[in-house]
């Protein structure tokens, strides 16, 4: 609200000073016999609706040429300029994150962009995205924290009804809200992996892309087995290796068996939607070994019904973290 009550005040000024652009070109030669004065506020008048740039650069020559200026013209060429350049840092966001891969520049322009307006969505969306592309394409984690906060508010805020004037580069709202999950889920994986499972969870339950990924299930595979299962595999052991079965020790495997399961299930998602693709082949044979093994562990050593349980994996909705 804020943002328009300044664009609205703005707008004000701009009938005031530029109710006709002859006419106040007209008033400035009046008022002037500068022909340099002259000659650079109609280049900006006579860009100013076709070539913002140039009309851009015609103000910023102004001000510099007249620095010392506090009438109506300087006045409106500054209000000018601050809005121009508030739109083209919103304009230049997208294109540093999604083209230039310039994500360094997105994050700093990103900030200045929040500066002028706190509940931007498509700067959250942007910057929180531009982490994992950080991380995907140039292995560079520096951005994860701030990409994850930001993924989360833009999160908040499209699940409380906000949208963006443009989905892209996403190809929607569902796809976007996924991409976001996604985001989360896996810049946590690394340090916190209970933390990725929630999220890798919501990403997978929108009809997108993504469902049809192996790659999440690994993910949310790996979260399991990297998370609590490790965190509960080596408590298990150190409590009651070596001992005769308590209620407490009984009570202990059933909930690591639960996660376990949990991996089984997702490492069988990841298996299934592999399919034949050349380009999962070797990802495929991996995730098949750990499916095999846990399946295993948790069969007494048989494989009789895995090959049922992959086969029809992708059909059943994902279950819940335990």
């Not at 280049?43 to 040429?65: H, M, S």
């Not at 531009?130 to 805020?157: D, H, P, R, V, W």
């Not at 995730?287 to 093994?293: G, Q, T, V």
Request: hydrophobic residues 40%; positive net charge; contains cysteine.
């Amino acid at each position: 609200m804020k943002y328009l009550i300044q664009r609205v005040a703005f707008g004000a000024c701009l009938i005031a000073i530029l109710l006709m652009s002859g006419g106040t070109l007209v008033a400035m030669a009046q008022e002037t016999d500068d022909p340099v004065k002259i000659e650079v506020y109609t280049r900006f008048v006579n860009n100013r609706k076709t070539n913002e740039a140039a009309a851009y650069q015609a103000a910023r020559d102004y001000l510099q040429k007249y620095p010392k200026d506090n009438d109506q013209y300087t006045q409106y060429l500054q209000k000018w300029i601050v809005i121009y350049e508030r739109d083209e840092r919103k304009r230049t966001l997208p294109q540093l994150v999604y083209n230039a891969k310039n994500f360094a520049g997105a994050y700093t322009v990103g900030k200045q962009i929040l500066a002028d307006e706190p509940d931007y969505l498509p700067a959250f969306i942007h910057l929180g995205y531009a982490g994992y592309l950080a991380m995907t394409m140039a292995k560079n984690e520096a951005f994860n924290a701030e990409a994850q906060a930001y993924a989360n508010k833009a999160i908040q805020s499209i699940e409380a009804g906000k949208s963006p004037g443009s989905w892209l580069p996403f190809k929607g709202k569902d796809d976007t809200l996924a991409q976001l999950y996604y985001t989360v889920g896996f810049l946590s994986l690394k340090s916190a992996p209970e933390r990725a499972i929630e999220p890798l969870i919501r990403a997978a339950q929108f009809e997108t892309d993504l469902k049809k990924s192996p790659t999440i299930y690994y993910y949310l595979a790996a979260a399991y087995e990297s998370g609590p299962y490790k965190t509960m595999a080596a408590a298990y052991q150190t409590t009651f290796a070596g001992k005769d079965e308590s209620a407490q020790s009984k009570l202990a495997l059933e909930k690591l068996n639960v996660i376990i399961d949990r991996m089984i299930d997702a490492y069988a998602r990841a298996v299934a939607a592999s399919g034949n693709d050349p380009a999962n082949a070797q990802n495929k044979t991996q995730w098949s070994n750990k499916l095999a093994e846990f399946y295993k562990f948790r069969h007494q050593g048989s494989d009789v019904g895995l090959n049922d349980l992959i086969a029809g994996a992708l059909v059943k909705p994902l279950p819940p973290k335990p």
